[in-house]
C-alpha cells in the first residue's frame, strides 16, 4: 500500500487552498450580480411619504403661590396682680328683742241658717185600672145592641106621608160613639126617599143608647148602622 495518500502533501494544500478560494470569490460574485438583476426586472415601489406633525401642548399655568400665614406674635405675660383682703366685719351689737303679745279677738260663728222646710209629697192618685179592649165579637154584639136600640124609635118617627106613599126603605147613618153619648151624626148611604133619611136622622138624635158594658167605658168607637122603615102588613078581616 502507497503511503503518499495519507502523508499530506504541502503542494497539495496550497493548491486545494487555491481552489477553495476561488470557490468563494466565485459565489461572492455570483451574490452580487443576482441583486442587481433582481433590480433591473423588478420596478421600484416608491415609498409613501408620511407627514407626522407634532402638536405641543401648551405649558400649565403655574399654581398660584400658597399664601403664608404670619406668625402668631408672642404676646407678654402679664402678672395678675393681687388683690388685698377686704378687713374683716365687725361684730354687730347686740340687740334686745322684745316680744309683744297681741290678743287677736276670736271670731263669732256664724249663725246657722234655718234649713229649709221640704214640702210634704203631693200624693199621687192611683191610676185607673184600664181594662182590656173588647174583642172583635164584643164589638159586634154591641153594635147590634145600638141598632136595636134605633129600630125600637123607628116607628115613632116613621113619617104618615111616607106610609101613605108607601116609601120604605134602610137609610145608612154613621155617628161617634163615646160612654152612651153620640155624635158627629151623618146620612151615609140614602134610602132614596128624603123623608125616610131625615127620619132616620132623627132617630139617631132621640134614641136612648145602652151603657158602654165592661172594656168600652172611655173608648171611642164609630158606629156604622142602618134604620130600616118598612111598611106594616094590612090585615084583612074575613066576613
Known sequence: MNSSWLTPDT??????????????????????LLPIM????????????????????PAPKPAPPVPV????????????????????????????VRHVVRHIPVPK?????PQAVKPPPVP??????????????????????IKAALQ?????VYPQSAQMAHEAG????????LNGVV???????????????????RDARIAHYPAPPSGFTGRTYQITVAVDFRLAAVSIDAD
Open 109 to 113: 260663728p256664724l249663725p246657722t241658717p
Open 170 to 177: 134602610s137609610p145608612q147613618l154613621t155617628f161617634t160613639y
Open 183 to 201: 155624635s158627629n151624626i151623618a146620612l151615609t148611604r140614602s134610602s132614596g126617599f128624603p123623608l125616610l133619611d131625615a127620619a132616620a136622622l
Open 11 to 32: 503542494g497539495n494544500l496550497r493548491f486545494a487552498t487555491a481552489m477553495g478560494v476561488g470557490l468563494l470569490l466565485e459565489l461572492a460574485a455570483l451574490g452580487l
Open 124 to 145: 199621687v192618685p192611683p191610676q185607673p185600672v184600664v181594662p182590656p179592649a173588647p174583642s172583635a165579637g164584643a164589638v159586634d154584639v154591641f153594635s147590634a145592641a
Open 69 to 96: 400665614p404670619p406668625k402668631p406674635v408672642a404676646q407678654p405675660v402679664v402678672q395678675p396682680v393681687a388683690k388685698p383682703l377686704p378687713p374683716p366685719p365687725k361684730p354687730a351689737p347686740h340687740h334686745v
Open 152 to 156: 125600637a124609635h123607628a116607628n115613632g
Open 38 to 57: 433582481a433590480h433591473k426586472e423588478t420596478p421600484a415601489l416608491t415609498p409613501a411619504v408620511v407627514k407626522l406633525s407634532v402638536i405641543t401642548p
